[in-house]
């Protein structure tokens, strides 16, 4: 028997024995762990900082090591003709022939350069990459706050879609004791409740049925949702801590939460980042105006198979040493024209800030409002889901005395239910348009 009993327990209460139950700060914390746009965010910045690292390169001297050999398809041959004059037997013309150079020709060369002026290139270069890492700093915390955003709004949706699924069970219940009653009365044949009055109540019913279905189907989408922004495998792995949706203030003015979106949102911190690395790039251009500067020096050793050739032990080792100064004099105007263009993208990118900041501040007054609605609904929708219970309960009281019509009641009943899930509502919409805000000024409400 007890084995039978714990095997039941063991299969029927599977998922709620390894679903773990989360609080919102835990299903964050979770999130910002486990979240797979954490991984695209930690690539970014990986990608950002070998392109800073490429760009200090340029502050160190270069070494390349070159080891060659090659066999040409026949040796360098020198032929020599000359006449040579002996006394007493005249001229005799003479030829003869030397290998200069064998086919088999080794080089191994060092060659060192280093960029002593730039004209400010590499130092600008630099900066540009240093802009990068500072940029995917800034989306990794707007990824972050993204995430923070949705599990505040997903955790708010599954705590609403399980209280509107008790509401409806509590509905159905309600409509199914006002039906059995109802039938009872029609049965009866009492007077006050009709055939229309037992088909309405009926129907009404099985329409709350329906809805209570689908309010399970809610829940269950709600918690995917959820578990996925926690960035686990099945909704079946968690369960919400909370039984109420966090409550929500707004202790500050509209003003001075627009003050915070502009020093605080991390769209508008990359564009300042974005002007800063234009600067840069500006200065990168203009470095085409002014010479670079360079010391090279570099070393070989050369090795051939004639040895009596002009590669011989005099000359197959040599080094050499200077400076060189690359200086533009005409590029069709090419210097000109890229200083052109990255002033404009400057300006483009102020405009850009503009419009955002613009779009921000009216994004960030329609989720104020909506919050600020939201509370004021609350207050209102509270007493009126108070006084749609009273009201039920009256009716239904006054139904077991066939005092009121069956419509009436069922009236009443619906009314409170609409009420309460209104009230529910405006919990989540506060929340959900409180979290919008703060994901907006890119900082904790407080």
Same mark, same amino acid.
């Given at each position: 028997?007890?084995?039978?009993?714990?095997?039941?327990?063991?299969?029927?209460?599977?998922?709620?024995?390894?679903?773990?139950?989360?609080?919102?700060?835990?299903?964050?914390?979770?999130?910002?762990?486990?979240?797979?746009?954490?991984?695209?965010?930690?690539?970014?910045?990986?990608?950002?900082?070998?392109?800073?690292?490429?760009?200090?390169?340029?502050?160190?001297?270069?070494?390349?090591?070159?080891?060659?050999?090659?066999?040409?398809?026949?040796?360098?041959?020198?032929?020599?003709?000359?006449?040579?004059?002996?006394?007493?037997?005249?001229?005799?013309?003479?030829?003869?022939?030397?290998?200069?150079?064998?086919?088999?020709?080794?080089?191994?060369?060092?060659?060192?350069?280093?960029?002593?002026?730039?004209?400010?290139?590499i130092t600008a270069l630099q900066e540009q990459a240093k802009a990068g890492i500072a940029y995917a700093d800034?989306?990794? =915390? /707007?990824?972050? %706050?993204?995430?923070? @955003?949705?599990?505040?709004? &997903?955790?708010? *949706?599954?705590?609403?879609? +399980?209280?509107?699924? =008790? /509401?409806?069970? %509590?509905?159905?219940? @309600?409509?199914?004791?006002? &039906?059995?009653? *109802?039938?009872?009365?029609? +049965?009866?044949?009492?007077?006050?409740?009709?055939?229309?009055?037992?088909?309405?109540?009926?129907?009404?019913?099985?329409?709350?049925?329906?809805?209570?279905?689908?309010?399970?189907?809610?829940?269950?989408?709600?918690?995917?949702?959820?578990?996925?922004?926690?960035?686990?495998?099945?909704?079946?792995?968690?369960?919400?801590?909370?039984?109420?949706?966090?409550?929500?203030?707004?202790?500050?003015?509209?003003?001075?939460?627009?003050?915070?979106?502009?020093?605080?949102?991390?769209?508008?911190?990359?564009?300042?980042?974005?002007?800063?690395?234009?600067?840069?790039?500006?200065?990168?251009?203009?470095?085409?105006?002014?010479?670079?500067?360079?010391?090279?020096?570099?070393?070989?050793?050369?090795?051939?198979?004639?040895?009596?050739?002009?590669?011989?032990?005099?000359?197959?080792?040599?080094?050499?040493?200077?400076?060189?100064?690359?200086?533009?004099?005409?590029?069709?105007?090419?210097?000109?024209?890229?200083t052109q263009e990255a002033k404009a993208q400057k300006l483009k990118l102020k405009a850009q800030k503009a419009?955002?900041?613009?779009?921000?501040?009216?994004?960030?007054?329609?989720?104020?409002?909506?919050?600020?609605?939201?509370?004021?609904?609350?207050?209102?929708?509270?007493?009126?889901?108070?006084?749609?219970?009273?009201?039920?309960?009256?009716?239904?009281?006054?139904?077991?005395?066939?005092?009121?019509?069956?419509?009436?009641?069922?009236?009443?009943?619906?009314?409170?239910?609409?009420?309460?899930?209104?009230?529910?509502?405006?919990?989540?919409?506060?929340?959900?348009?409180?979290?919008?805000?703060?994901?907006?000024?890119?900082?904790?409400?407080?």
């Amino acid at each position: 028997m007890k084995i039978s009993s714990l095997l039941l327990i063991t299969i029927f209460g599977m998922s709620p024995l390894f679903a773990k139950t989360y609080t919102l700060n835990e299903a964050i914390k979770t999130a910002l762990v486990n979240n797979e746009q954490q991984n695209i965010s930690a690539q970014d910045r990986a990608v950002a900082k070998a392109k800073y690292k490429q760009a200090l390169s340029a502050n160190y001297p270069s070494l390349d090591i070159t080891l060659a050999a090659n066999r040409r398809d026949e040796s360098f041959i020198d032929e020599t003709s000359t006449i040579f004059s002996i006394p007493g037997f005249g001229s005799i013309p003479v030829s003869y022939t030397h290998t200069v150079m064998g086919r088999d020709t080794a080089t191994a060369q060092a060659e060192v350069q280093y960029a002593l002026y730039s004209g400010g290139k590499i130092t600008a270069l630099q900066e540009q990459a240093k802009a990068g890492i500072a940029y995917a700093d800034e989306s990794a =915390k /707007l990824t972050d %706050d993204g995430i923070v @955003r949705n599990v505040r709004k &997903y955790y708010a *949706t599954v705590i609403l879609s +399980q209280k509107l699924q =008790k /509401l409806m069970q %509590d509905t159905v219940d @309600r409509m199914q004791a006002t &039906y059995d009653l *109802t039938e009872a009365f029609y +049965q009866g044949e009492s007077m006050k409740v009709k055939k229309t009055d037992y088909l309405r109540s009926k129907m009404t019913l099985l329409n709350m049925k329906s809805i209570l279905a689908s309010f399970k189907n809610a829940t269950n989408l709600a918690k995917s949702a959820l578990a996925f922004e926690m960035g686990l495998k099945d909704e079946k792995d968690i369960e919400v801590e909370e039984a109420s949706i966090p409550a929500v203030s707004l202790d500050e003015t509209l003003e001075e939460y627009y003050q915070r979106l502009y020093l605080n949102n991390h769209q508008v911190k990359q564009l300042n980042i974005g002007l800063q690395a234009k600067e840069a790039k500006m200065d990168e251009v203009k470095s085409g105006y002014l010479p670079m500067v360079g010391l090279y020096a570099n070393a070989q050793s050369l090795y051939n198979n004639e040895h009596g050739g002009i590669i011989n032990s005099q000359n197959n080792d040599s080094w050499n040493i200077g400076i060189a100064v690359k200086y533009n004099l005409f590029s069709g105007g090419l210097t000109q024209a890229q200083t052109q263009e990255a002033k404009a993208q400057k300006l483009k990118l102020k405009a850009q800030k503009a419009y955002l900041e613009s779009g921000l501040q009216l994004q960030a007054k329609s989720a104020f409002l909506k919050t600020k609605t939201a509370l004021t609904q609350m207050e209102i929708m509270k007493e009126a889901s108070l006084t749609a219970k009273e009201n039920s309960d009256l009716n239904f009281r006054a139904y077991e005395e066939e005092m009121v019509d069956t419509k009436d009641v069922l009236e009443s009943q619906f009314m409170r239910s609409l009420t309460e899930a209104a009230y529910y509502k405006t919990e989540y919409e506060a929340i959900v348009n409180q979290a919008e805000l703060e994901y907006l000024i890119g900082s904790s409400l407080k």
